[in-house]
């Protein structure tokens, strides 16, 4: 089958082609890198299984020039290139990703497990917050409270202040109209004194008159 698809692609390339393209050595356990086409020619070095190459050019003979990754040119025969890695690279690529994709996995695990923690400590400082907030509403009501009391009591000091001043008001009328009684008893008890008095000295002055009269009847 590969040698199928090396016959048609040799059908369908110029032997003299310069298009460079990546390919790979196919799966087999070792080939040759020869400094020429055909077996005769000096070995370069060997390529195991999965080696990659820059194909330089592919000609009719069977034979391909191709490149190293280090810079190193040869011919190799071109039935044993593939344009796709060998099963096995293709294995240890899968078992990188896959690992890789572990390790991703594990990580996104971790990095979950840390959200769902970090969530649970929001939700639990959300409830300290709110008690707190409840707290402090409580506190602000009675500062409220508090703060409203000094008004209050402006207010009935107010309320008193102004039925201190009525009071005094009142007990100033009281005063003067006492005052004015006072002077009225005064006047009345000095008036009556006089009175007495004078009909004291009235009877004073008529009583030796009656004598007097009683003794000349006599």
Do not use: C
Request: proline share 3%; net charge positive; charged share 30%.
């Amino acid at each position: 089958m590969k040698q199928l698809i090396v016959i048609l692609t040799l059908i369908f390339v110029s032997p003299l082609s310069q298009a460079e393209d990546i390919q790979y050595v196919s799966d087999q356990l070792v080939i040759t890198l020869r400094t020429g086409q055909g077996s005769s020619y000096q070995i370069i070095r060997t390529l195991p299984t999965g080696t990659r190459l820059d194909v330089i050019e592919i000609t009719d003979t069977g034979y391909a020039k191709v490149r190293t990754e280090n810079g190193t040119e040869g011919w190799i025969r071109s039935q044993y290139l593939s344009p796709e890695p060998i099963a096995k690279i293709k294995l240890e690529a899968a078992e990188k990703k896959l690992e890789k994709l572990k390790t991703e996995n594990i990580s996104l695990r971790e990095e979950v497990q840390s959200l769902r923690k970090h969530r649970r400590e929001l939700g639990a400082e959300g409830k300290t917050l709110q008690a707190r907030l409840k707290t402090a509403e409580s506190e602000l009501s009675r500062l409220k409270q508090v703060a409203a009391k000094p008004i209050l009591l402006d207010r009935e000091n107010r309320e008193l202040q102004q039925q201190t001043i009525s009071l005094e008001k009142k007990l100033q009328m009281m005063a003067q109209e006492n005052q004015v009684l006072k002077d009225r008893s005064q006047r009345e008890w000095f008036i009556a004194g006089a009175g007495v008095l004078l009909g004291g000295m009235f009877l004073g002055l008529l009583i030796p008159k009656i004598r007097w009269k009683k003794k000349s009847n006599w």
